[in-house]
Protein backbone atom coordinates (compact mmCIF):
# COMPACT_ATOMS: atom_id res chain seq x y z
CA UNK A 1 0.00 0.00 0.00
CA UNK A 2 1.27 3.56 -0.70
CA UNK A 3 1.76 6.05 2.45
CA UNK A 4 1.13 9.89 1.84
CA UNK A 5 1.93 12.50 4.36
CA UNK A 6 -0.60 15.59 4.26
CA UNK A 7 0.30 18.65 6.53
CA UNK A 8 -2.59 20.56 6.94
CA UNK A 9 -4.87 22.03 9.41
CA UNK A 10 -7.95 20.33 11.36
CA UNK A 11 -11.59 20.99 10.69
CA UNK A 12 -13.91 20.32 13.97
CA UNK A 13 -17.07 19.93 11.38
CA UNK A 14 -14.90 17.20 9.60
CA UNK A 15 -15.21 18.08 5.85
CA UNK A 16 -11.70 19.99 4.84
CA UNK A 17 -8.27 19.92 6.13
CA UNK A 18 -6.58 17.11 7.86
CA UNK A 19 -9.95 14.79 8.02
CA UNK A 20 -11.01 15.73 4.10
CA UNK A 21 -7.16 14.29 3.51
CA UNK A 22 -7.89 11.03 5.61
CA UNK A 23 -11.13 10.66 3.56
CA UNK A 24 -9.51 11.27 0.31
CA UNK A 25 -7.00 8.56 1.04
CA UNK A 26 -8.78 5.49 2.11
CA UNK A 27 -11.48 6.41 -1.17
CA UNK A 28 -8.00 6.02 -2.92
CA UNK A 29 -6.85 3.09 -1.26
CA UNK A 30 -3.90 5.09 -0.39
CA UNK A 31 -2.13 5.32 3.87
CA UNK A 32 -2.65 8.39 5.11
CA UNK A 33 0.20 9.55 8.10
CA UNK A 34 -0.54 13.63 8.79
CA UNK A 35 1.51 16.49 10.10
CA UNK A 36 -1.14 18.97 11.91
CA UNK A 37 -0.45 22.72 11.59
CA UNK A 38 -3.32 24.42 13.46
CA UNK A 39 -6.51 22.94 14.91
CA UNK A 40 -9.99 25.27 14.06
CA UNK A 41 -13.37 25.44 15.65
CA UNK A 42 -15.74 25.49 12.59
CA UNK A 43 -18.54 24.26 10.57
CA UNK A 44 -20.40 24.19 7.67
CA UNK A 45 -21.21 27.80 8.53
CA UNK A 46 -17.27 29.19 9.10
CA UNK A 47 -14.71 29.25 11.40
CA UNK A 48 -14.60 30.86 14.81
CA UNK A 49 -11.44 30.06 16.11
CA UNK A 50 -7.86 28.65 15.01
CA UNK A 51 -4.95 27.63 17.19
CA UNK A 52 -1.80 27.53 15.34
CA UNK A 53 0.72 25.20 16.51
CA UNK A 54 4.65 26.19 16.67
CA UNK A 55 7.59 24.95 14.73
CA UNK A 56 9.44 22.81 17.47
CA UNK A 57 5.96 20.91 17.50
CA UNK A 58 5.81 20.71 13.92
CA UNK A 59 9.34 19.51 13.16
CA UNK A 60 8.94 16.57 15.94
CA UNK A 61 5.42 15.15 13.94
CA UNK A 62 7.48 15.15 11.16
CA UNK A 63 10.17 13.31 12.45
CA UNK A 64 8.24 10.87 13.78
CA UNK A 65 6.37 9.83 10.95
CA UNK A 66 9.70 9.76 8.62
CA UNK A 67 12.09 8.08 10.43
CA UNK A 68 9.24 5.39 11.17
CA UNK A 69 7.54 5.45 7.37
CA UNK A 70 8.45 5.19 3.79
CA UNK A 71 6.50 7.98 2.15
CA UNK A 72 5.53 7.86 -1.35
CA UNK A 73 3.94 11.82 -2.17
CA UNK A 74 3.33 14.55 0.21
CA UNK A 75 0.11 17.16 0.18
CA UNK A 76 0.59 19.99 1.81
CA UNK A 77 -2.43 22.42 2.59
CA UNK A 78 -3.57 25.19 5.65
CA UNK A 79 0.40 26.39 6.84
CA UNK A 80 -1.28 29.65 8.77
CA UNK A 81 1.64 31.74 8.86
CA UNK A 82 5.52 32.49 8.26
CA UNK A 83 6.52 30.17 10.86
CA UNK A 84 4.71 27.10 9.86
CA UNK A 85 5.58 27.79 6.16
CA UNK A 86 9.52 28.25 6.63
CA UNK A 87 8.96 24.77 9.39
CA UNK A 88 7.44 23.05 6.31
CA UNK A 89 10.25 24.21 3.69
CA UNK A 90 13.16 22.95 6.16
CA UNK A 91 11.25 19.97 5.76
CA UNK A 92 10.19 19.47 1.89
CA UNK A 93 13.28 20.92 0.45
CA UNK A 94 15.28 17.53 1.02
CA UNK A 95 12.48 15.37 -0.19
CA UNK A 96 12.89 13.92 -3.51
CA UNK A 97 8.86 12.63 -3.95
CA UNK A 98 5.83 14.06 -5.39
CA UNK A 99 4.91 16.98 -3.39
CA UNK A 100 1.11 18.83 -4.10
CA UNK A 101 0.90 22.38 -2.73
CA UNK A 102 -2.90 23.71 -2.40
CA UNK A 103 -1.67 27.31 -2.02
CA UNK A 104 -4.94 27.91 0.60
CA UNK A 105 -4.55 31.88 0.54
CA UNK A 106 -8.10 32.85 -0.81
CA UNK A 107 -11.38 31.45 -0.03
CA UNK A 108 -13.22 30.11 -3.08
CA UNK A 109 -15.36 33.77 -2.01
CA UNK A 110 -12.37 35.57 -2.71
CA UNK A 111 -11.53 36.78 1.24
CA UNK A 112 -7.64 36.62 1.78
CA UNK A 113 -6.74 33.65 4.72
CA UNK A 114 -3.09 34.83 4.96
CA UNK A 115 -1.35 37.84 5.69
CA UNK A 116 0.85 39.49 2.63
CA UNK A 117 4.29 38.39 4.87
CA UNK A 118 2.67 34.96 5.12
CA UNK A 119 1.70 35.10 0.92
CA UNK A 120 5.05 35.97 -0.14
CA UNK A 121 6.77 32.94 2.31
CA UNK A 122 4.64 30.92 1.02
CA UNK A 123 5.93 31.78 -2.66
CA UNK A 124 9.39 30.11 -1.13
CA UNK A 125 7.74 26.88 -1.11
CA UNK A 126 7.04 26.70 -4.78
CA UNK A 127 10.71 25.64 -5.92
CA UNK A 128 10.67 22.20 -3.64
CA UNK A 129 7.05 21.10 -4.99
CA UNK A 130 5.58 19.31 -7.97
CA UNK A 131 2.46 20.73 -8.67
CA UNK A 132 0.70 23.58 -6.77
CA UNK A 133 -3.00 24.25 -6.85
CA UNK A 134 -4.71 27.36 -6.68
CA UNK A 135 -7.95 28.51 -7.24
CA UNK A 136 -8.44 31.40 -9.77
CA UNK A 137 -8.44 34.13 -7.17
CA UNK A 138 -5.17 32.07 -5.78
CA UNK A 139 -3.54 32.57 -8.59
CA UNK A 140 -4.22 35.80 -9.61
CA UNK A 141 -2.92 37.19 -6.40
CA UNK A 142 0.73 35.12 -6.56
CA UNK A 143 1.06 35.14 -10.06
CA UNK A 144 -0.34 39.29 -10.58
CA UNK A 145 -2.84 38.37 -13.20
CA UNK A 146 -4.72 40.68 -13.92
CA UNK A 147 -8.12 37.97 -15.23
CA UNK A 148 -8.20 34.09 -15.24
CA UNK A 149 -8.73 34.07 -18.70
CA UNK A 150 -6.48 31.04 -20.72
CA UNK A 151 -4.28 33.99 -22.49
CA UNK A 152 -3.60 35.00 -18.91
CA UNK A 153 -2.70 31.92 -17.11
CA UNK A 154 -0.98 30.78 -20.09
CA UNK A 155 1.80 33.34 -19.34
CA UNK A 156 2.35 32.03 -15.81
CA UNK A 157 5.99 31.45 -15.19
CA UNK A 158 6.93 29.11 -12.45
CA UNK A 159 8.89 27.09 -10.81
CA UNK A 160 6.86 24.03 -10.37
CA UNK A 161 3.88 22.81 -12.42
CA UNK A 162 0.60 24.28 -11.90
CA UNK A 163 -3.08 23.52 -12.12
CA UNK A 164 -5.58 26.66 -12.11
CA UNK A 165 -8.99 25.24 -10.87
CA UNK A 166 -12.38 26.39 -12.28
CA UNK A 167 -10.63 29.44 -14.38
CA UNK A 168 -13.81 30.66 -15.82
CA UNK A 169 -17.29 29.21 -14.17
CA UNK A 170 -19.77 28.95 -16.07
CA UNK A 171 -23.67 26.94 -15.62
CA UNK A 172 -22.45 24.57 -17.88
CA UNK A 173 -18.58 23.43 -17.17
CA UNK A 174 -15.84 23.18 -15.20
CA UNK A 175 -12.50 23.90 -16.43
CA UNK A 176 -9.08 23.46 -14.93
CA UNK A 177 -6.30 24.21 -16.84
CA UNK A 178 -2.49 22.80 -16.23
CA UNK A 179 0.99 24.72 -16.96
CA UNK A 180 3.77 22.23 -16.88
CA UNK A 181 6.69 24.25 -18.44
CA UNK A 182 6.18 22.52 -21.66
CA UNK A 183 2.37 22.34 -22.49
CA UNK A 184 -0.42 23.84 -21.35
CA UNK A 185 -3.66 21.03 -20.98
CA UNK A 186 -7.27 22.03 -20.29
CA UNK A 187 -9.70 19.72 -18.27
CA UNK A 188 -13.37 20.19 -18.75
CA UNK A 189 -16.12 18.42 -16.86
CA UNK A 190 -19.54 19.21 -16.54
CA UNK A 191 -20.12 21.95 -13.40
CA UNK A 192 -22.04 19.97 -10.36
CA UNK A 193 -24.32 22.39 -9.16
CA UNK A 194 -24.87 22.46 -5.47
CA UNK A 195 -24.20 24.25 -2.12
CA UNK A 196 -22.19 21.05 -0.16
CA UNK A 197 -18.59 22.06 -1.61
CA UNK A 198 -16.38 22.16 1.36
CA UNK A 199 -13.52 20.56 1.43
CA UNK A 200 -13.13 20.00 -2.27
CA UNK A 201 -9.61 22.11 -2.53
CA UNK A 202 -8.49 20.27 -0.14
CA UNK A 203 -9.87 16.93 -1.27
CA UNK A 204 -8.55 17.34 -4.81
CA UNK A 205 -5.25 18.32 -4.01
CA UNK A 206 -5.05 15.15 -1.68
CA UNK A 207 -6.24 13.26 -4.92
CA UNK A 208 -3.32 13.97 -6.57
CA UNK A 209 -1.55 13.13 -4.47
CA UNK A 210 -2.76 9.72 -4.08
CA UNK A 211 -2.59 9.16 -7.71
CA UNK A 212 1.49 10.37 -7.77
CA UNK A 213 2.15 8.12 -5.60
CA UNK A 214 0.83 5.27 -7.31
CA UNK A 215 3.05 6.72 -10.00
CA UNK A 216 0.20 7.64 -12.39
CA UNK A 217 1.39 10.47 -14.62
CA UNK A 218 0.51 13.77 -13.71
CA UNK A 219 -2.27 14.38 -16.47
CA UNK A 220 -3.85 11.26 -16.02
CA UNK A 221 -4.13 12.50 -12.51
CA UNK A 222 -6.02 15.44 -13.08
CA UNK A 223 -8.48 13.29 -15.06
CA UNK A 224 -8.78 10.82 -12.23
CA UNK A 225 -9.24 13.65 -9.40
CA UNK A 226 -11.30 15.97 -11.19
CA UNK A 227 -13.43 13.20 -11.76
CA UNK A 228 -13.51 12.12 -8.24
CA UNK A 229 -14.52 15.66 -7.02
CA UNK A 230 -17.54 15.74 -9.39
CA UNK A 231 -19.03 12.81 -8.47
CA UNK A 232 -18.28 12.89 -4.32
CA UNK A 233 -20.27 16.56 -4.75
CA UNK A 234 -22.77 14.96 -6.27
CA UNK A 235 -23.42 12.35 -4.20
CA UNK A 236 -23.06 14.75 -0.99
CA UNK A 237 -25.35 14.06 2.01
CA UNK A 238 -26.78 17.35 2.21
CA UNK A 239 -25.96 18.00 5.49
CA UNK A 240 -25.32 20.61 8.12
CA UNK A 241 -26.67 24.68 7.89
CA UNK A 242 -24.38 25.89 4.92
CA UNK A 243 -21.99 24.77 2.96
CA UNK A 244 -22.18 21.13 3.52
CA UNK A 245 -19.08 18.44 2.78
CA UNK A 246 -19.00 15.84 0.10
CA UNK A 247 -19.18 11.84 0.28
CA UNK A 248 -15.80 10.81 -0.68
CA UNK A 249 -17.01 6.90 -0.59
CA UNK A 250 -19.03 7.52 -3.32
CA UNK A 251 -16.47 9.38 -5.48
CA UNK A 252 -15.63 6.75 -7.69
Not at 69 to 76: L, N, T
Not at 140 to 155: A, N, R, V
Amino acid sequence: MKKILTIAGSDSSGGAGIQADIKTAEAFGVYSASVLTAVTAQNTLGVSMVKVFDGEFIKEQFYKVTTDFQIDAIKIGMLANCEVIETVKEFIKYQKIPIVLDPVSISRAGSKLLEDDAIESLKGLFPYVSLITPNRYEAKLLFDLKDTSLESISKINAPCKVLVKNIEPSSNFSKDVLITGEKIESFEDVMVIGSNTHGTGCSYSTALACSLAENISLSQAVKKSKKFIGKAISNAPDFGKGNGPINHKKGF
